[in-house]
Each structure stands twice: as structure tokens, then as C-alpha cells.
């Protein structure tokens, strides 16, 4: 299984990124798929991320509002819309899969096996 995250960049303060997770070697329909990112300094956090049947999405609250998170079955992607972000929303963008998990384990970054390499978002004030 391998996970590709790309999309990051440097994007002004309440602008817009989008990124994107591309998934190769899993049926990826069978997957709970996630995105979490972790800035200097701290722990990996939850950001956004869709139950093992696709039928949930679940948002941090810190990007609730702000954030879209969408998956194509079909071409084995994710992505993860970025609106009105914000210069705490900087840090490494990571795709995380897992084929077992959970509905209300959905954030919970130990639960998932497969991992991208990470994408950064910088985004200035």
C-alpha cells in the first residue's frame, strides 16, 4: 500500500489549497481514509477523515467550516479542501489509510497503518 500526499505550498492568509492523496496496491473503497498534520513542536493532530464505508466525514472543530474532505473511489484519490486558512493551519498534511478501523476511531492517528509522506502547508499572515 502506498500513499502519496501533494498539494502543499505557501498560500496568504484566507486563501485557499486544496490537496490531494493518492492511493495505490488497496481497494480503496474498503478504506477509512484521513488527513491529519502536525506542526513544529507538536503532536500529530486529526483533521479530517471519512469512515471505513465512506459514508461519514468527520472534521476537527478547529477547521470545521473551512475544511472540505472528498474521496473518488474510482481513481483511488482523496483530497482535502483548504478555505479561509489561517497561519495556524501551518504544519505537514499527511494521508493516513486503514482498512480496520473503527467508525469512532476515525481520528485517532494510532488506528491507521498506512501513511503518506506528508505534504507542508506555510501559510503567512
Known amino acids: 500500500v502506498q500513499l502519496q500526499a501533494s498539494g502543499g505550498g505557501l498560500v496568504q492568509a484566507g486563501g485557499s489549497l486544496r490537496l490531494s492523496c493518492a492511493a495505490s496496491g488497496l481497494t480503496f473503497r474498503s478504506y477509512a481514509i484521513a488527513w491529519f498534520r502536525q506542526a513544529p513542536g507538536k503532536e500529530r493532530e486529526f483533521v479530517a477523515g471519512f469512515s471505513r464505508t465512506g459514508g461519514y466525514t468527520y472534521y476537527a472543530n478547529s477547521v470545521k467550516g473551512r475544511f472540505i474532505i472528498s474521496r473518488d473511489n474510482a481513481k483511488n484519490t482523496a483530497s482535502l479542501q483548504m478555505h479561509s486558512v489561517r497561519p495556524e493551519d501551518t504544519a505537514v498534511y499527511f494521508c493516513?489509510?486503514?482498512?480496520?478501523?473503527?467508525?469512532?476511531?476515525?481520528?485517532?492517528?494510532?488506528?491507521?497503518?498506512?501513511w503518506g509522506q506528508g505534504t507542508q502547508v506555510t501559510v503567512s499572515s
Open positions: 493516513a489509510a486503514d482498512r480496520h478501523i473503527i467508525t469512532s476511531a476515525v481520528s485517532e492517528a494510532e488506528q491507521y497503518d498506512y
